[in-house]
């Protein structure tokens, strides 16, 4: 059932004054927020249309902030690696020039150069475990795992959680050293007189098996100049080994040489020549004394020619066996690679009587694996993935900037192979052969440190690692413009312009305060006051 209220006159009037004071009360208390907050509202709903439009402006306000931090780490991130990896270039080119400078005086360089290249490559390991904020920087998309094992670790070897010992590079490089030198130090080749006083003769290793993969082959037949010393050559098959001779029946003039080449399981060779003379030291390895008899020279020949063997074993050979362990050292990784399972260096296999036979992948039980970071390959080419890929961050809406980095860059790799060539393969003593040994490490080791600065070249990954540092800045100066736009943007629809409200306060307050004194005087009328 529907009540109608009763009318009373004059109470629609009563009523809309009411409603009247109100509205101004609350134009007031709402005017009163806005000064002292400085906002429109406190709710979106006050903004009235304006209330999408500021929406939207606080959601892109917050992505340009998550931006912001995310290109303030990125920056501090790149800029510690651009750091690292120059310093990773400065020491290979530092090396480098060292070595080459060294030629000038090598007995006294040799050995600072070794202590030198040691302690540069301890150096370049342990910059390539660097971090910021807790997280490595060269371990490509891992950044938890410390991407190299420790300097003494790979040097030296450890064992592992399981007992197991795990040789480091010091053992590779003696290993394969020893096992291309063979039992007479002279790249695994046999010396024998063929007359004991008129002809020497030269055999390859016998092992065939080993022959071809360790050691001295002979390239060919030895050349000579004069008529007095004689020269026979066999060459070797896959199941007899080749053979020189050298004979003498009358004695050589000064200056009469014998040439040869010895090749070496890479393809590469080196030349021994021994010139007749006077006189010569009794350790040379280029010169034999003219003795009193063919014999007497003959025996000369052949002490200088088991010099020369010996000599180019311990130069050439060793030093090439070292830079090679050392560069397929380096090649290592715990994990990754082209079948997912991490990539294997080289060891070298045995038959049962302990002759070097080849070589067999390397295992995690016996080997030390270098780096541990992640190592991604390309399953359609079988090679790495870029690098600066691994690691991105988004600085804006559809643009992100790759900053990751890895310690096994093939550069990088590089750069510590050629310092480990130079701390294990710089002679150790000062005679006949010292020259020669810090010559071909100067040439080995010289031309893997190359790649600090030659391109390809570490240096080409710290410009990559700018250029990324680069768009970082300049994505966040961009960032930074636009958010003071829409900032602006904003401000205009949510704050307040304090002299336009402290205006209509003012103008609100005075209309208030005359209803309420007319009201007042209105509710003092009687018929009374009305007639006087």
Same mark, same amino acid.
């Given at each position: 059932?529907?009540?109608?209220?009763?009318?009373?006159a004059g109470s629609y009037l009563t009523t809309r004054n009411a409603s009247q004071l109100q509205a101004l009360k609350g134009q007031l208390n709402d005017l009163t927020n806005q000064l002292s907050s400085g906002q429109v509202s406190q709710t979106y709903g006050g903004l009235g249309s304006g209330r999408s439009t500021a929406l939207s402006a606080q959601a892109t306000l917050s992505a340009l902030t998550g931006y912001a931090a995310g290109i303030t780490a990125a920056q501090t991130r790149t800029n510690l690696a651009v750091t690292s990896l120059t310093?990773?270039?400065?020491?290979?080119?530092?090396?480098?020039?060292?070595?080459?400078?060294?030629?000038?005086?090598?007995?006294?360089?040799?050995?600072?150069?070794?202590?030198?290249?040691?302690?540069?490559?301890?150096?370049?390991?342990?910059?390539?475990?660097?971090?910021?904020?807790?997280?490595? @920087?060269?371990?490509?998309?891992?950044?938890?795992?410390?991407? $190299?094992?420790?300097?003494?670790?790979?040097?030296?070897?450890?064992?592992?959680? !399981?007992?197991?010992?795990?040789?480091?590079?010091?053992?590779?490089?003696?290993?394969?050293?020893?096992?291309?030198?063979?039992?007479?130090?002279?790249?695994?080749?046999?010396?024998?007189?063929?007359?004991?006083?008129?002809?020497?003769?030269?055999?390859?290793?016998?092992?065939?098996?080993?022959?071809?993969?360790?050691?001295?082959?002979?390239?060919?037949?030895?050349?000579?100049?004069?008529?007095?010393?004689?020269?026979?050559?066999?060459?070797?098959?896959?199941?007899?080994?080749?053979?020189?001779?050298? !004979?003498?029946?009358?004695?050589?003039?000064?200056?009469?040489?014998?040439?040869?080449? +010895?090749?070496?399981?890479?393809?590469?060779?080196?030349?021994?020549?021994?010139?007749?003379?006077? !006189?010569?030291?009794? *350790?040379?390895?280029?010169?034999?004394?003219?003795?009193?008899?063919?014999?007497?020279?003959?025996?000369?020949?052949?002490?200088?020619?088991?010099?020369?063997?010996?000599?180019?074993?311990?130069?050439? @050979?060793?030093?090439?066996?070292?830079?090679?362990?050392? !560069?397929?050292?380096?090649?290592?990784?715990?994990?990754?690679?082209?079948?997912?399972?991490? $990539?294997?260096?080289?060891?070298?296999?045995?038959?049962?009587?302990?002759?070097?036979?080849?070589?067999?992948?390397?295992?995690?039980?016996?080997?030390?694996?270098?780096?541990?970071?992640?190592?991604?390959?390309?399953?359609?080419?079988?090679?790495?993935?870029?690098?600066?890929?691994?690691?991105?961050?988004?600085?804006?809406?559809?643009?992100?900037?790759?900053?990751?980095?890895?310690?096994?860059?093939?550069?990088?790799?590089?750069? +510590?192979?050629? @310092?480990?060539?130079?701390?294990?393969?710089?002679?150790?003593?000062?005679?006949?052969?010292?020259?020669?040994?810090?010559?071909?490490?100067?040439? *080995?080791?010289?031309? +893997?440190?190359?790649?600090?600065?030659?391109?390809?070249?570490?240096?080409?990954?710290?410009?990559?690692?700018?250029?990324?540092?680069?768009?970082?800045?300049?994505?966040?100066?961009?960032? *930074?413009?636009?958010?003071?736009?829409?900032?602006?943007?904003?401000?205009?629809?949510?704050?307040?312009?304090?002299?336009?409200?402290?205006?209509?306060?003012?103008?609100?307050?005075?209309?208030?305060?005359?209803?309420?004194?007319?009201?007042?005087?209105?509710? *003092? +009328?009687?018929?009374?006051?009305?007639?006087?």
């Open positions: 059932m529907t009540t109608i209220t009763p009318f009373a310093q990773v270039a400065t020491l290979g080119t530092s090396t480098g020039t060292m070595l080459q400078n060294g030629l000038q005086s090598v007995a006294a360089n040799s050995v600072s150069g070794r202590s030198t290249a040691l302690a540069n490559l301890q150096t370049a390991l342990d910059t390539l475990n660097e971090s910021a904020a807790g997280n490595y @920087l060269f371990g490509g998309s891992n950044t938890t795992t410390q991407p $190299v094992v420790d300097s003494s670790k790979i040097l030296d070897g450890t064992t592992d959680a !399981s007992g197991n010992k795990l040789d480091g590079l010091s053992t590779l490089i003696s290993q394969r050293v020893t096992a291309e030198l063979g039992a007479g130090g002279n790249g695994r080749l046999t010396q024998t007189p063929a007359n004991p006083t008129t002809s020497v003769q030269i055999t390859e290793e016998t092992n065939d098996a080993t022959r071809g993969k360790f050691g001295f082959t002979l390239a060919g037949a030895p050349t000579t100049t004069g008529t007095a010393i004689g020269a026979t050559y066999a060459a070797g098959t896959a199941t007899s080994p080749g053979n020189f001779t050298l !004979s003498m029946t009358t004695q050589p003039s000064a200056g009469d040489t014998v040439s040869f080449a +010895l090749k070496m399981a890479d393809g590469t060779s080196t030349t021994i020549t021994l010139t007749a003379a006077t !006189s010569a030291d009794p *350790k040379s390895i280029t010169n034999f004394a003219i003795g009193s008899s063919p014999a007497q020279t003959m025996a000369n020949l052949s002490t200088t020619l088991s010099n020369a063997l010996t000599g180019a074993a311990n130069s050439t @050979l060793a030093v090439n066996a070292t830079a090679a362990t050392a !560069s397929n050292f380096f090649s290592g990784a715990a994990n990754g690679g082209p079948s997912g399972t991490g $990539v294997m260096p080289q060891r070298i296999a045995y038959d049962g009587n302990k002759n070097p036979i080849g070589y067999t992948p390397a295992t995690a039980q016996n080997t030390v694996l270098w780096y541990q970071g992640e190592n991604s390959y390309d399953p359609a080419t079988g090679k790495p993935t870029p690098a600066i890929d691994t690691q991105s961050v988004q600085v804006s809406a559809t643009g992100s900037v790759g900053t990751g980095a890895r310690a096994n860059d093939p550069t990088v790799q590089n750069v +510590l192979a050629g @310092l480990a060539t130079m701390a294990f393969g710089l002679p150790t003593t000062n005679d006949a052969n010292t020259y020669n040994t810090y010559q071909t490490v100067a040439t *080995k080791a010289g031309n +893997l440190l190359s790649s600090a600065n030659q391109t390809p070249s570490v240096q080409d990954t710290v410009t990559q690692l700018t250029i990324a540092s680069t768009r970082l800045s300049n994505a966040g100066t961009t960032n *930074k413009a636009l958010q003071n736009t829409v900032q602006n943007t904003l401000d205009g629809i949510e704050q307040i312009s304090p002299e336009e409200v402290i205006t209509k306060l003012l103008d609100v307050q005075n209309r208030l305060q005359a209803s309420y004194q007319v009201t007042a005087t209105l509710s *003092k +009328l009687s018929l009374v006051n009305y007639i006087s």
